[in-house]
């Protein structure tokens, strides 16, 4: 058995997928499906596990050894929003809340593999090494990465990373984003930019070393994100990971890649960033691939142009857009 936390979200429902892909359907989900505004729960209509459990029963049951077999827990449940400005709710939903699931791993032998995020590396002033070593060197830009930054430090002075696994996304992108809303990829909101209004806008630059539209981030197709995970669970490497392309591409090479996708040519407007976000703001992201590389992990990536045209063709412009584990193989 395989439970997933946040099964019902982004990467969540795209390793449930990835595992019905592979035959696996002995799978409990545990998550919140929110408003029906949300509409979260399409992300499951295609897929096949065998429980869904609220997350707020979930640690009560856990501890009380209501599951039996469990081979491992895939920990990517979190509040993400980056703007998250209720620091206690942090520290009691990324925090405290991997402390127990990690806690019951180590405690009777299962697999853990959970989201830490890129976003521990703040402005990258101290570079973009998943060498734990480097750990102490990282300074969060917002509370939702110094939530992920302290559970990092917890796990590994409490030994769970002998055993363990910590991935440190980068920006995905792809199929089953859909109900996140302003935290969505840049990707889901040019797509449909376009299609309103026939342009992209992108966040002009408030630094004189970039131009406009040339911040640069390392963008992640999440099919490759749950690809590097289904080698984590079948190959007994631990430690933290950075999971990105390892190529940095501005976001304008982003919105020109979904109008070619679309057969557009590119129309961009640069709009002022908002004062709130200017002092917070990461110019340049990059993952070091180096470690899981070195660990074995030797599969190619996608680069953006072939995942956003992917993305686009076989799912935005589908009428069912989300991940069906009973559709062909692309």
Not at 58 to 73: H, N, P
Not at 102 to 109: K, N, Q
Not at 137 to 147: A, V
Not at 149 to 176: C, E, M, S, T
């Amino acid at each position: 058995m395989i439970i997933i936390t946040g099964g019902a979200g982004f990467i969540g429902s795209a390793m449930l997928w990835e595992l019905n892909r592979s035959g696996e359907k002995n799978i409990i989900i545990i998550d919140d499906l929110g408003s029906t505004t949300t509409e979260k729960w399409r992300n499951l209509s295609g897929l096949d596990f065998a429980d869904f459990i609220l997350k707020d029963h979930f640690l009560d049951l856990l501890e009380r050894g209501a599951f039996q077999g469990i081979s491992a827990i895939i920990h990517m449940g979190a509040n993400s929003s980056t703007t998250e400005t209720d620091a206690d709710h942090l520290l009691t939903n990324n925090f405290g809340y991997s402390k127990k699931i990690a806690s019951f791993c180590m405690t009777h032998d299962v697999r853990l593999i959970y989201a830490s995020s890129a976003a521990t590396y703040g402005d990258g002033s101290n570079g973009y090494d998943d060498d734990v070593q480097q750990l102490d060197k990282l300074r969060p830009l917002n509370m939702y990465g110094y939530s992920k930054q302290l559970f990092d430090r917890w796990a590994i002075n409490n030994g769970i990373l002998d055993r363990a696994v910590g991935l440190k996304f980068f920006n995905v992108y792809g199929p089953n984003e859909y109900h996140k809303g302003d935290m969505s990829s840049v990707v889901y909101k040019a797509f449909h930019q376009i299609l309103e209004h026939g342009s992209v806008k992108l966040f002009q630059s408030h630094r004189p070393d970039y131009r406009d539209g040339e911040q640069l981030r390392d963008f992640i197709y999440v099919r490759d994100c749950t690809r590097i995970m289904m080698w984590l669970l079948e190959n007994p490497v631990a430690g933290i990971f950075n999971v990105g392309s390892g190529d940095a591409r501005s976001f304008r090479d982003l919105a020109t890649a979904t109008f070619s996708a679309l057969g557009k040519q590119p129309v961009i407007d640069y709009v002022p960033m908002p004062e709130a976000l200017r002092d917070k703001y990461q110019y340049y992201t990059c993952a070091d691939m180096k470690k899981l590389r070195q660990a074995g992990f030797g599969e190619p990536l996608t680069s953006i142009e072939d995942g956003i045209l992917e993305y686009v063709q076989h799912y935005l412009s589908s009428d069912n857009p989300y991940l069906d584990y009973r559709k062909p193989s692309l």
